[in-house]
């Protein structure tokens, strides 16, 4: 069974301060995707990384996927109220046109 | 926008009774996925689809049952329903690019059984 374990599963941090977010898993993705959830809404696509040691910059957000392309991370700079929800990682097996999903992180910024 | 429409968006139901979810999509997606989303489970796929009357089972497909009788439209039935099912489902459907296999989800639709 793959597994996608993603921590901490819980962050309530002060407006300015920086998080980090991890995502990590035993198998070999193809790619990596990060979605952003809110509350009564469904998970949008942020990101999505393919190559091994890739960096992506989103505004604040640092997008890293791991050079084996077995793990993520998520790097938030300055978080802001605005960046308050519930942050999913999503790994692509080319499988079936079916990602395997980490639990999420949910991300309280107060201000 | 993945022109996503789900129905209903809310819904209580008894114990026991039947209750069908419906998925529409505008963009002629051939991949469709409903899923569940608990706390502390993150988000299970439920069934899928790869064409009209092409289906296949999620990890969590006892208690359900799908249908899709046109490239359109994705239903999701539960069949009795528990109150272990009380969740709220997401449809989906995924868009293949350079970058890979790429979900875009629906608003959610809210069950509760009682």
């Known amino acids: 069974t793959q597994l996608l374990e993603q921590s901490p599963q819980f962050l309530s941090i002060q407006e300015g301060e920086n998080l980090t977010v991890y995502c990590n898993s035993s198998?070999?993705?193809?790619?990596l995707q990060w979605y952003r959830q809110e509350p009564g809404e469904g998970p949008v696509l942020l990101v999505t990384?393919?190559?091994g040691g890739e960096v992506k910059k989103l505004k604040r957000l640092t997008f890293q996927f791991g050079d084996a392309r077995k793990d993520s991370s998520l790097h938030i700079t300055a978080a802001q109220p605005g960046d308050t929800g519930l942050y999913l990682c999503?790994?692509?097996?080319?499988?079936?046109?079916?990602?395997?999903w980490g639990a999420g992180t949910k991300l309280i910024i107060k201000p | 926008d993945a022109g996503i429409t789900q129905s209903p968006r809310h819904k209580v139901t008894e114990t026991g009774t039947p209750v069908t979810l419906r998925c529409h999509q505008t963009?002629?997606?051939?991949?469709m996925y409903w899923y569940r989303q608990d706390p502390g489970h993150g988000l299970r796929l439920i069934h899928y689809?790869?064409?009209?009357?092409?289906?296949d089972k999620g990890e969590v497909s006892d208690g359900y049952s799908v249908s899709r009788s046109k490239t359109e439209d994705f239903l999701l039935t539960l069949e009795s329903a528990t109150s272990s099912q009380t969740s709220v489902y997401f449809c989906?459907?995924?868009?293949?690019?350079?970058?890979?296999?790429?979900?875009?989800f629906g608003e959610g639709s809210w069950l509760t059984v009682v």
């Open positions: 689809s790869y064409g009209v009357k092409d289906t």
């Open positions: 999503a790994g692509d097996t080319d499988s079936n046109y079916q990602l395997i």
């Open positions: 198998s070999v993705f193809s790619s």
């Open positions: 963009e002629n997606h051939r991949y």
């Open positions: 990384v393919v190559t």
């Open positions: 989906a459907i995924s868009e293949t690019d350079g970058a890979g296999n790429t979900i875009y």
